[in-house]
């Protein structure tokens, strides 16, 4: 038997071995795509043609849906809000923890485990039983019906997931960058930001697009805090649409779609920087 023949003799049970697993893929991306597609086509639908003819094409591509849910919930006024206060959570979690996680990861103390411990308890809490606690805190603080009030909210819950995120990500770093930092008369806010941070950039973009993708999506913490529509956000203004007797669920689609519109262009911005994280993260001790 030729080298050729034997090679591919053994090529094809390796071929047939990654089967189950591409089948696996193929079906998990219909059970996306699927959503989406709906998605997409019923922006472009009546409420009739949804009901008639769910996965069909739509009878015209006329942007009417589009136009009338962007004017009739303001949302333009809305997603100025969304934006604030998304991107306010996302700088300041990124900048706190990053600050907590520094010394968590840089400097050899013997509370270290402790501390890291008491933050991933963090992400183990659900905060949403505790809304009742919080809302009383944020009233007492006078943050109620304020933007400021919802970034702090936020960065508070995403700071234990950052905290973490980073602290893996600085702890593989040689300890020699820091020295020569110092050496040279830099002081611990210069080599955490200076230094640190931009070797470090997939941890920033893994968590800025998590945070965003948690806090722009986000329906329930504006509506306890929120009642002045001056400062309701994107998910608040898309419930309107969603009536008791009738829902018009053009404008529902249209809505949607606008809403995903800025995180899919962070996630296509910040894509690169994520799968390299993804691939380091995987060979961090």
Not at 115 to 144: D, H, K, Q, W
């Amino acid at each position: 038997m030729s080298a050729a023949s034997l090679q591919q003799g053994i090529a094809i049970p390796q071929k047939l071995a990654r089967l189950p697993g591409w089948i696996i893929l193929l079906i998990w991306t219909a059970a996306v795509l699927l959503p989406l597609y709906i998605l997409v086509v019923s922006c472009f639908k009546t409420t009739a043609e949804i009901y008639d003819n769910r996965l069909g094409l739509p009878q015209s591509f006329a942007f009417d849906n589009f136009v009338r849910a962007w004017t009739r919930a303001d949302l333009g006024h809305n997603f100025i809000n969304s934006l604030i206060v998304t991107g306010g959570a996302v700088v300041l979690t990124i900048v706190v923890s990053a600050m907590a996680a520094y010394p968590l990861s840089r400097y050899k103390l013997g509370w270290n485990g402790i501390m890291l411990g008491l933050f991933l308890s963090g992400i183990m809490l659900p905060i949403r039983l505790a809304s009742v606690e919080l809302f009383t805190l944020m009233r007492n603080l006078g943050l109620l019906d304020s933007l400021t009030g919802l970034i702090l909210v936020y960065s508070a819950i995403r700071i234990p997931f950052a905290v973490f995120i980073f602290a893996n990500f600085m702890r593989v770093l040689p300890s020699e960058l820091d020295e020569a930092a110092r050496m040279d008369g830099a002081g611990e806010t210069r080599i955490l930001f200076q230094i640190v941070l931009p070797m470090v950039k997939p941890a920033v973009s893994i968590v800025a697009i998590f945070t965003a993708i948690a806090v722009w999506n986000d329906f329930f913490f504006p509506l306890i805090f929120i009642f002045d529509d001056r400062y309701k956000t994107v998910p608040l203004a898309i419930s309107v649409f969603v009536g008791q007797f009738r829902t018009d669920w053009g404008l529902v689609f249209a809505s949607l779609a606008i809403s995903m519109a800025p995180i899919l262009i962070m996630y296509c911005l910040l894509a690169r920087q994520i799968r390299e994280g993804v691939g380091a993260g995987g060979g961090m001790k």
